[in-house]
């Protein structure tokens, strides 16, 4: 099992909560994603990072944001929960460089939010 | 914009036979990679098989292999031997190298394999 993990792995929330969905990492990864899953789609990329202070967004628009002050994690926000929110959020993390190994992505067993 | 399509949304085998999973994809780039990666229930999300382009040779790990066929743009995954474990869903992505550095996933729609005993 890969060393990254998120919190929580359920959420249940009433709309115009805010939230915050946490994802670590133990292995010193400087890259790392969130994808937005829904339940028989593609994943989509909406935010990433490349290091500390490095954050940009994907190619899906999301209304969340992101931080990383520190390499091992990086927490994703949702100011006001709406129904529209409610996905399954995955968390990825890979190496920095050039060749193939470092293609390889470690994902996080994800969250599933349902904004109420 | 790179796409990938997965044209199987389900498909079944039974234990100890083999399976044969489609992707295709669509690109204008010679260099990239492309990936299996396998969600089983509950799980999390693991790489099953990676092929670099620019490498003729078909990827092989263990009882899973592709089959690249560049020209095509068709890059599909066989499973030898199928194990109940292998009950997942199949992710097909494609990834361009950018700037140097290594870049994001795109994803097909996925393939839910099940294995019945």
């Known amino acids: 099992e890969a060393d990254i993990y998120q919190t929580p792995r359920y959420l249940v929330i009433g709309t115009g909560k805010k939230i915050t969905l946490e994802c670590s990492q133990t292995?010193?990864?400087?890259?790392m994603y969130w994808y937005q899953q829904d339940p028989g789609m593609e994943l989509h990329l909406i935010h990433y990072?490349?290091?500390?202070?490095?954050?940009e967004k994907g190619d899906l628009s999301s209304e969340s944001t992101v931080s990383r002050i520190r390499t091992e994690h990086f927490p994703l926000t949702l100011e006001s929960a709406r129904p529209s929110h409610t996905s399954q959020y995955l968390c990825a993390s890979s190496e920095r460089g050039r060749t193939a190994k470092n293609t390889e992505a470690f994902f996080g067993q994800g969250t599933r939010l349902t904004v109420v | 914009a790179q796409t990938v399509t997965q044209s199987q949304p389900e498909m079944s085998v039974q234990e100890a036979e083999t399976v044969t999973l489609s992707c295709t994809y669509d690109t204008s780039e010679s260099n990239y990679y492309l990936f299996w990666y396998k969600q089983p229930p509950s799980r999390q999300m693991i790489l099953v098989i990676r092929?670099?382009?620019?490498?003729?040779q078909n990827a092989t790990e263990n009882r899973f292999s592709v089959n690249f066929q560049k020209a095509a743009k068709s890059f599909s995954l066989k499973i030898s031997d199928s194990q109940l474990g292998d009950t997942a869903m199949y992710f097909c992505?494609?990834?361009?190298?950018?700037?140097?550095?290594?870049?994001?996933?795109?994803f097909g729609k996925g393939t839910l394999l099940t294995v019945n005993p």
């Open positions: 292995m010193g990864h400087d890259k």
């Open positions: 092929q670099e382009a620019y490498k003729q």
């Open positions: 990072s490349y290091g500390v202070n490095s954050t």
């Open positions: 992505a494609f990834m361009k190298p950018r700037g140097g550095s290594n870049y994001k996933l795109t």
